[in-house]
Structure formats: C-alpha cells, structure tokens
C-alpha cells in the first residue's frame, strides 16, 4: 500500500510540473512578503507590510499549484489576466495559535510573518488565506504583486552572513534547503554555534524517512551574532538581546520558546538558500516550539535537545501534530476543536478519518484502539485516544511517537509517510 500511494504522489508531481511549466511563469528570483496578522479571538485581519527581491529561487520548481497539506492558512499566486493559479504554499503562524488563548479575548494583537514566493515575470493577484482552529476562514487578503514595481525593495547586493554547509545533499535549486540560525550566541561562542548545528543536522537525518532522503536536504550554518549569550527568560526577570529576541513564557507558558520577529529571521537569511528554518538558542533550559512553515526554535544544550530538535522540525518541515496530552485537558485545549478534523496528519478526531491513516490499520485492530505492551513496541498503528493536548477526543496513531515521546526511537509509521509526502512534494 505504501509504495502505492508513493507511486501515485510521484505521477502527482510530474503532471504538476507538465502542466506548471516554473520557466514559463517565473524567473529564477525570490519575492519575499512580509505580512502582519492581527486581531483576537473573534476577528482577524491581513495587513501587506513590505515586498523585497533577491536573486536565485531555492524552493519547489515542481508542484508549483498544489500543496501536500493543508496547513492553517495558505497563499496563491494567480496569473492578473487569465486567473490561472500559478503557486501556492501552506503554512500555519504563531498568530493562529495565539487567538486560541485566554488572551485573545480580551485584547487585539499583531504578530509579523513572511512568505517566500518566486518572482513572477508577469503581475499577479496574491490571496493570503488564514483559517481557525475548526478550518473556517478568518480572514483573507488579496493585492496585485507587479514585479516591476519600483517599490519592491531590491536585495540582491546586500552581503550576506558568514554561513557554511553542515550537510550538503546536492544543488540548492534542486535540494531542500535548511538554514539553522544562531540565536544567543556572541562572536566567542559561534564556534559552540557550528559544532550544535552540525548535531542538530545530522540528528535530524538519523531518523527516517529523512535518512532515505538525506542527499535531498542542505542544511545551512548562519552565523547570526547576538549581542548577549542565552536567551530572555521573563520569569525571571532576564531581557537579552539576541539575533531573533526569542523569549520563554510564550502565550505565558513557562517552557514555551518562541520569537515573534520573523522579519529579522529572513533578515538574517539574505541572499542564502532558504526553504526552511531552525533557530537554535544558546541554552540549556528545556523548551521551544516548531511551527508549519515557520519555524523550529529549539534550546541547544539542554539534555534532551537531539529528540527535541527532531520533534520541534517534524513539526515545522511536515506539519506534525504533538501526540502527547496532560489529563484533565490543562494545555491550552482550544488549540484543536473535537468537532472539526484537524489538519494535521497524525492527529484525528474521527469527524474524517478516511483522509487520515485509515489506509494503514490493519485489519482487526479496534477502533478506539487499546494500548498493549506488543502494540508500543513495535509502533502498531492504530487509533489510541490522546493527542493534540487532549486527553478525551483526539487520537493519534501509535503508542509511542518521536511525536510524543523523548524515549521514542522513531517516528511512527503514519508520521513516517507524512514526512515522506512533503520531502517528494518539494524535492521530486
């Protein structure tokens, strides 16, 4: 079954790549979008913040019209005179989190968040989509991108930062570019900064299915000064200046590592290959986070940082839902709705489980599916209840999980093919 729907998602992406000729409609450059999301709980909204250009495209030159997931928003590209769709991406925020929290309903926020697009030699209709956590729209955005705009800020002679290859698979154009930034580390301490990034790569690309793929990926080194060593920890009372300003207490969870300045990442990412990012913080503190398209942020030196640096990128590159919950339901649980199915494709809440990992339960397991100790040791798919933070409702696929659990020796089966969809999706 599974080289099947591998077979199918190959024929997927070669009739993409005949009918989205990338020649045809772009040029090999980088538009960058910088956007603002805001607003709260019950209304949202998509400011245009600034457009900028580079040259060298580094992402898909295949698939350029469809998506391998859903995400929690999207942004298309469609041609000004015809309306054909031209490019579209998927990708979730820090913002769509955020309206979930208690806060968001007692005050309106912004949040920053950049998109990378190739550079259209026509005029194009750009539509930026945001949706919530039960999959409605809240809110849209569509405005003309001419590229021959003279106020499209030109970025192609800046200098970039140092960097180097801690893993090289290939050509930028054709392989998975990952730039891992340094964040908290000053000029003493990059050597500690190169050393880590090479671990973090070489980490990831220990587990399937990227070991299978790992001549697919660069993974970048950028030497991204801070003018403080660690990171801001407001519980304690410790504002540093970083490369990115990330901060613990994030939506005011204590091991919660986020950083708001998105604009600054690509900022420190110029005129380098970039398709995805990994922010590593120059701490030994537990925490970090890893969102769709976004980011990972994760902390270098704490005991656990090999599993979790594997953890914060399947979310980021593939869109992985954590599979772990807390009884009692006391980790922001509005973050997924019971009623609705989520997006990501590890967690369910059986509202359509056909679209999930029906396919890959055998036949005879129950559905709820009971733990047992032969079925967590060797990854038994299955529907166990529990995930997405919930106890009650929300079902992942296996008992054990890189998704899940630090102890866990690999991903499960359903986040296996997951990753292995998104890697072929832009790489072949």
Known sequence: MRRLILLAVAIIGST????????????????????????????????????????????R??????????????????????????YTTSFSSLFQEWITTPEAAEVTRSFEFTLLVPKPRTAVVAEIVLRT?????????????????????DLSKQEPLPYSYVHKGGDSKECIDVVIL?????AEEMATFMEDARIAAEEILAYEPFKS????????????????????????????????????????????????????????????????????????????????????????????????VVHEFGHSFAGLGDEYFYEGNLDNDEMHSVAHEPWEPN?????????KWAD??????????????????????????????????????????????????????VCERAIERVILHQAE
């Open 16 to 59: 993409a790549l005949f009918a989205q000729e990338f020649d045809t409609h772009f040029e090999d450059a980088t538009l960058r979008i910088d956007y603002t999301f805001a607003g709260n709980a019950k209304e949202q909204f998509v400011a245009l913040d600034n457009i900028s250009k580079s040259d060298g495209w580094w992402g």
């Open 61 to 86: 030159r295949i698939n350029l019209d469809n998506v391998p997931l859903r995400g929690n928003g999207d942004l298309t590209l469609y041609d000004k005179e015809s309306g054909t769709k031209l």
């Open 133 to 153: 956590n039960t999959g409605a729209v809240g809110a849209t955005l569509r405005h003309v991108v001419d590229p021959e705009d003279v106020l499209i800020r």
């Open 182 to 186: 340094a964040e908290g580390y000053t």
């Open 213 to 308: 793929h790992r001549d697919k990926f660069n993974f970048i080194a950028v030497e991204s000064l801070s003018k403080h060593s660690n990171v801001s920890v407001p519980q304690e009372g410790a504002w540093r200046e970083t490369a990115v300003g990330s901060n613990f207490m994030t939506f005011y969870m204590e091991r919660y590592l986020t950083s708001g300045n998105v604009y600054a990442m690509y900022d420190l990412a110029t005129n380098i290959p970039t398709e995805h990012f990994i922010i590593l913080a120059n701490t030994d503190t537990y925490g970090g986070g890893g969102i769709y398209n976004s980011y990972t942020l994760t902390t270098a030196h704490h005991p656990a940082f090999k599993p979790v």
């Open 347 to 355: 967690i369910t809440t059986l509202v359509d489980f056909d679209s």
């Open 360 to 413: 890959m339960v055998e036949e005879g397991i129950e559905i709820p599916t009971a733990v047992t100790p032969e079925r967590t040791k060797n990854y038994i798919v299955g529907v166990y209840e529990g995930g997405g933070y919930r106890s009650k409702g929300i079902y992942r696929p296996a008992d054990i999980c890189r998704m899940r659990n630090n102890v866990a020796e690999r991903f499960c089966p």
